[in-house]
């Protein structure tokens, strides 16, 4: 027996199945939401063309999908709408990005995400770190206020690199009416800045013994063009 080719077959059948992604990708989750990876903290269905999950009281649920062809630093930007349909006390929504793993519990990402009182916020998690560290940010746009049960919200993540590599981080919430973002203050080097390729949904019912529903939909990721080129292409120079 080749030992070392039968050690490599047993890590090939052991090794977690993930499902992958090319960009541009969307999914409004009429008839399946198999391209993405829950955990099993929450409850994960769909449900009446939603992506819907019930989340238990203070803990954070995620399902996530593996994003293939995407080199960094590819500018990309992440969308959703969604519908907190029950809560029993404060609670959050939004976005993994740039995960190093499907396991948001052992991975390194950045959390961009929304709560009740409309407030939004950055939180880099470092190698499945329990807590996470807030980044300062800026504003600007008018705030969306306390958001009501099934009110529909529209959140975009986007991501994009200058010259040197460095990421800024961008996070918009729309309510219908109003439509406010949140900046990084600082880019992130690149020497810092996590490069991998997961991507997907983060919740959390941050009240004990209180847990809530919320229901995703249209979810789309796509690459977006580096300011840089649509500046040449405005001018008629690329391709020329």
């Known amino acids: ?57 203070d803990t954070p649920s995620f399902s996530t999908l593996q994003v293939t062809g995407r080199a960094a630093p590819q500018p990309f930007q992440v969308s959703t709408t969604f519908q907190v349909t029950a809560a029993a006390g404060n609670w959050s929504v939004g976005f993994a990005a740039l995960s190093t793993a499907a396991d948001l519990g052992s991975a390194s990402y950045y959390l961009a995400d929304i709560n009740q009182a409309g407030a939004m916020r950055f939180r880099v998690f470092n190698s499945g770190a329990a807590a996470g560290a807030d980044s300062t940010v800026t504003t600007a746009g008018t705030s969306i206020g306390n958001i009501a049960l099934n009110q529909t919200i529209t959140l975009t993540l986007t991501g994009t690199y200058d010259m040197a590599g460095s990421l800024t981080l961008a996070l918009t919430a729309f309510n219908g009416t109003n439509t406010q973002t949140i900046t990084l203050a600082s880019p992130i080097a690149s020497a810092s800045a996590f490069t991998g ?44």
């Open 1 to 57: 027996m080749n030992l070392p080719s039968f050690f490599a077959s047993l890590a090939v059948l052991s090794s977690p199945a993930f499902a992958a992604v090319s960009l541009p990708y969307t999914n409004n989750f009429s008839s399946s939401a198999a391209d993405f990876t829950p955990n099993t903290a929450g409850q994960w269905s769909l449900n009446s063309g939603t992506y819907q999950n019930v989340v238990p009281g």
């Open 197 to 240: 390729n997961f991507f997907g949904y983060r919740e959390r019912s941050n009240t004990a013994g209180a847990g809530m529903t919320v229901q995703l939909d249209n979810f789309s990721i796509a690459a977006v063009p580096e300011p840089g080129s649509v500046a040449l292409l405005g001018l008629g120079i690329v391709g020329a």
